[in-house]
Nanobody, 125 residues
């Protein structure tokens, strides 16, 4: 399993970024993929997840209405569109696969087994 994130960077508050998570080494449709983030000095927290079977999505309350998770199955890629970014969104963002299958049950770290290397997102005020 390989997950490679890209698309991070520096943006001003109120701006947008789109993160990509390119997946390989497994059957893309068989596993749900989610996004997490970890800010300096803080624990990793769940951001969003998408079921690979029915496309249902889950979002943490602090990103609802601002972030959107989508997938392109032809490209084996999951995206996280981040709009109205805030300085508190600054973190390293990780994508990860649910270890047991194609369905998320929220965005709980214990459900995720394979992780990307992380991608820095910095939002300036």
């Amino acid at each position: 399993v390989q997950l490679v994130e890209s698309g991070g960077g520096l943006v001003q508050a109120g701006g947008s970024l789109r993160l990509s998570c390119a997946a390989s080494g497994f059957t893309f449709d068989d596993y749900a993929i989610g996004w997490f983030r970890q800010a300096p000095g803080k624990e990793r927290e769940g951001v969003s997840c998408m079921n690979s079977n029915d496309g249902n999505t889950y979002y943490a309350d602090f990103v609802k209405g601002r972030f959107t998770i989508t997938s392109d199955n032809a490209k084996n890629t999951v995206y996280l569109q981040m709009n109205s970014l805030k300085p508190e969104d600054t973190a390293v963002y990780y994508c990860a696969t649910v270890w047991y299958g194609d369905t998320c049950h929220g965005v709980r770290m214990a459900d995720f087994g394979s992780w990307g290397q992380g991608n820095q997102v910095t939002v300036s005020s």
